[in-house]
T-cell receptor
């Protein structure tokens, strides 16, 4: 149980274009979903927290206009990287938690490369 | 500010050689401490949650313990398939959205 999927697993896009990453909880309803970014050999950096039907809460230093997050349903959250630049290249991971529980269950991650 | 420090940064063991990973933390009221395993190019896999000092949890060759200042992940007779990065994270009681603060992890390599 508690399976989270992400799509796509890898994406390459050109500088200036936008790319959307989907995060789905497959066997549970996720009241809260989280988006992280991870640099090579570094730990996870929380970007934003989203609750279904509400605006996302962004961490300090994360540009909300660049990283658009939508949590339209209890099983789907999307992260759109707008006007991507090479410095946005990274490993993006989402996680989800069940109502009443504190654990977060992570997706497999999306490797974004901006050329 | 909540903080998590993991040591060692990297650990190389021979198969069967038991050892422990350390996670030291400072948090304004601990709600829970979490251990995850992360394989290269994958998302973290949930292992354990510990809530209070003195608590222990076990899963196969892994055992996690918790004190008021640190947690240990004991690995007994490890196998090569235990090679991974082990991440520790804390959640403060005053966080409204179950926010986790992660350490930088311990990269474990178990040689046959």
């Amino acid at each position: 149980g508690a399976v989270v999927s992400q799509h796509p697993s890898r994406v390459i896009c050109k500088s200036g274009t936008s790319v959307k990453i989907e995060c789905r909880s497959l066997d549970f309803q996720a009241t809260t979903m989280f988006w992280y970014r991870q640099f090579p050999k570094k730990s996870l950096m929380l970007m934003a927290t989203s609750n279904e039907g509400s605006k996302a809460t962004y961490e300090q230093g994360v540009e909300k206009d660049k990283f658009l997050i939508n949590h339209a349903s209890l099983t789907l959250s999307t992260l759109t990287v707008t006007s991507a630049h090479p410095e946005d290249s990274s490993f993006y991971i989402c996680s989800a938690s069940l109502a009443g529980y504190y654990e977060q269950y992570f997706g497999p991650g999306t490797r974004l490369t901006v050329t | 500010e909540d903080q998590v420090t993991q040591s060692p940064e990297a650990l190389r063991l021979q198969e069967g050689e038991s050892s422990s990973l350390n996670c030291s933390y400072t948090v304004s009221g601990l709600r829970g401490l979490f251990w995850y395993r992360q394989d290269p190019g994958k998302g973290p896999e949930f292992l354990f949650t510990l809530y209070s000092a003195g608590e222990e949890k076990e899963k196969e060759r892994l055992k996690a313990t918790l004190t008021k200042k640190e947690s240990f992940l004991h690995i007994t007779a490890p196998k090569p398939e235990d090679s991974a990065t082990y991440l520790c994270a804390v959640q403060a009681r005053n966080t409204g959205f179950q926010k986790l603060v992660f350490g930088t992890g311990t990269r474990l390599l178990v040689s046959p």
